[in-house]
């Protein structure tokens, strides 16, 4: 969580680290006809050059990739996709298979980078990668290739000559006790009910939580490259209209420097929870909320009110495993949906319309309705909700519950 909670924090500085030279720099706003930009479902907008490097105004988030090595193809996905007997029906796929629980084959991690490299690569500014790149281990599958030491999982940066930023971070670590995680999907329409019901059905508003419902923030959960459902990965675009006059200077050292300091205070606090309980009196807790609590008289940011790094719009993008690996689609990822058309229509990405829409999802669950054509609709676009958190693979008719 903190890995993934970091990897978040330093897109945001890679953002302005590729904007850091501004000062006496050659800018020039750039508008180029791109007929794969619209095939993408991306936005044909201007970029800004800075001292001759593009910003596009767009960033790719990558997750979970789970590359398995010892993946057999054709084995069984109750062995982990490891072994299995020749007798057993389901039979692991070329590519992998959605929901079956197996890690990624070599191949689709492969292909992937392949087709983001090919497709993706210079229309983005830079990737976020929030790390699981190594495969689970549920079956304890050849340990000793495993052990990875601490340093291993730290992060890793790549730099090319397009300011195409890679930061990878790690949050799933393995050590000398082994975790597992992964495997078959289990009740998670049952789950996203009861989301729907106690989380989006009871969204407070702005009398509660601010102009802009500034006291919510919203964390996304991206769909992985491990085919739990299907494969995907999104491209978020962002508003980079002053670019230009973004000038502080910006040190990696430095900005480590800052995390390392919140996360050890972090740990610091738990200590002082069981020191509390030794002594009775104590001092005011200090507050260490992470990130640090918002200064009451600044201006709102770029996730309340449409600014300079304000979220605008993304596409999101599946692979259809069952098509590819029959052989009836070519290994393509597609468009699955974009945040501002059907069914969604969110003009930006603003946390008050990502709250709006979240009370839409939730109303059918407490109103009841006297307009059977709002009530249609809304059921609609949980439908189409559901859909797209199981990555389009219909996990939510094949009664896992
Ligand atoms: C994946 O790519 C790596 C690096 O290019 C290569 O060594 C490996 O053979 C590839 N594996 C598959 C299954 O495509
Ligand atoms: C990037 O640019 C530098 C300086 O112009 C050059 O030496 C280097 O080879 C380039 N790297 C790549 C990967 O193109
Ligand atoms: C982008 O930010 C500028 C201010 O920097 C604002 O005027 C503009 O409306 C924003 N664009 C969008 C599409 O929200």
Redesign the pocket.
């Known amino acids: 969580m903190i890995g993934k909670l970091v990897g978040g924090l330093v897109a945001i500085y890679i953002l302005l680290n590729a904007a850091r030279n501004q000062y006496l720099n050659e800018i020039a706003v750039i508008y180029r006809e791109d007929a794969r930009l619209g095939q993408l479902g991306l936005t044909n907008k201007p970029m800004v050059e800075i001292n001759g490097k593009r910003v596009h105004g767009r960033f790719l988030h990558i997750t979970d990739l789970h590359p398995d090595p010892y993946y057999v193809v054709g084995s069984s996905p109750s062995e982990q996709c490891h072994s299995g007997s020749k007798s057993d029906e389901v039979k692991a796929g070329k590519y992998g298979d959605a929901i079956l629980g197996c890690d990624s084959?070599?191949?689709l991690m492969?292909k992937t980078i392949e087709w983001i490299s090919d497709n993706l690569a210079d229309k983005i500014d830079f990737i976020v990668w929030t790390g699981d790149n190594i495969r689970h281990d549920n079956d304890q599958f050849k340990i000793s290739n495993l052990v990875l030491d601490e340093e291993e999982d730290e992060q890793v940066e790549v730099e090319d000559n397009n300011s195409n930023y890679f930061a990878s971070f790690g949050e799933y670590q393995i050590k000398k006790n082994f975790e597992t995680q992964g495997g078959v999907p289990n009740n998670k329409v049952g789950y996203m009910e009861s989301l729907r019901r106690d989380l989006y059905a009871k969204v407070k508003g702005k009398k509660k939580s601010g102009a802009h419902l500034e006291r919510y923030s919203i964390a996304h959960v991206g769909s992985s490259i491990v085919p739990t459902f299907n494969p995907g990965f999104r491209i978020w675009e962002y508003n980079i209209s002053d670019v230009s006059k973004f000038n502080q200077p910006f040190s990696w050292d430095s900005f480590f420097m800052k995390i390392d300091h919140l996360i050890e205070n972090l740990e610091v606090d738990d200590d002082f929870e069981i020191s509390k309980k030794k002594k009775k009196h104590k001092k005011k807790k200090p507050d260490k909320t992470f990130p640090p609590q918002f200064p009451k008289h600044n201006k709102l940011g770029p996730a309340y009110t449409p600014q300079f790094l304000s979220p605008e719009k993304y596409v999101q993008y599946y692979l259809d495993l069952e098509s590819v690996n029959k052989g009836d689609k070519h290994f393509e990822y597609e468009i699955e949906y974009k945040s501002n058309e059907d069914p969604f229509y969110l003009p930006d990405l603003t946390v008050s319309l990502w709250l709006q829409l979240a009370r839409n999802l939730g109303k059918p669950t407490k109103s009841k309705f006297k307009d059977d054509k709002e009530l249609k609709k809304l059921e609609s676009i949980w439908k189409y909700f559901l859909k797209f958190s199981f990555v389009s693979s219909d996990y939510e008719n094949k009664n896992y519950g």
Request: hydrophobic share 50%.
């Open positions: 084959p070599m191949l492969n």
